[in-house]
């Protein structure tokens, strides 16, 4: 399957989930306006392979890097202090093990049972899910940890090719598996933990 399918697929889905108003208590606890998210996606999938030139023979995909980038840098400054120590550390090693992911799997392909980017994307997941537990905070640990990865494995294709591509298909798809397998996690988590509230507030009630 061509790099670059799983993010088109990702963004509608998250549109049509937007607009059916499965996000509306995400988007009220954090005060985003309905209206501007739908705009937003809408623009992103009009915009997906916009690439910008950069010094040193690079170019920046600016939808799929610099603003995930931006959006998860502005959830993180509003944290608190802790949490943002905790959050920026936790990134740099989410990006660093990504990168030592992937150099490892060139080095030796035989490692590779299933297609790279799921197993990254199942690896983020599992370090994502120990480093934070709150969904915001895991979006954050996603944004910024992966951007950090791909900015270390561009600097790696640079060195090795002469050519840099921030933001690249391959990231994009990375990036919404990674969302989705997340996603998917919490809402199997709170499945698992609605019985055990139910009966909780059954007891408490009697």
């Not at 607009?19 to 996606?41: H, M, S």
């Not at 936790?90 to 060139?106: E, I, K, N």
């Not at 499945?191 to 007891?203: E, G, L, N, T």
């Amino acid at each position: 399957m061509n790099d670059g399918f799983f993010s088109l697929i990702g963004i509608w889905f998250l549109l049509l989930f937007v607009w059916l108003g499965f996000c509306d208590r995400l988007l009220t606890e954090n005060k985003w306006r309905k209206k501007w998210t739908v705009i937003i996606l809408m623009v992103s999938l009009g915009t997906l392979s916009w690439t910008v030139p950069l010094p040193m023979n690079g170019e920046l995909v600016v939808m799929s890097s610099l603003f995930p980038m931006l959006l998860g840098s502005w959830l993180w400054m509003k944290q608190g202090d802790n949490h943002r120590l905790h959050l920026l550390t936790a990134s740099f090693l989410v990006g660093a093990s990504v990168f030592l992911l992937q150099l490892l799997l060139r080095l030796d392909p035989v490692l590779m049972f299933i297609e790279e980017k799921y197993m990254i994307a199942g690896f983020v997941m599992v370090l994502i899910l120990v480093a934070a537990r709150s969904s915001i905070q895991q979006f954050i640990l996603l944004t910024l940890g992966l951007g950090f990865g791909d900015l270390c494995f561009q600097a790696y294709m640079w060195d090795k090719t002469g050519y840099y591509l921030i933001g690249s298909p391959f990231f994009q798809d990375t990036w919404w598996i990674s969302f989705y397998l997340l996603w998917l996690i919490q809402f199997v988590l709170l499945y698992v933990r609605s019985p055990q509230i139910w009966k909780r507030k059954r007891a408490e009630t009697s």
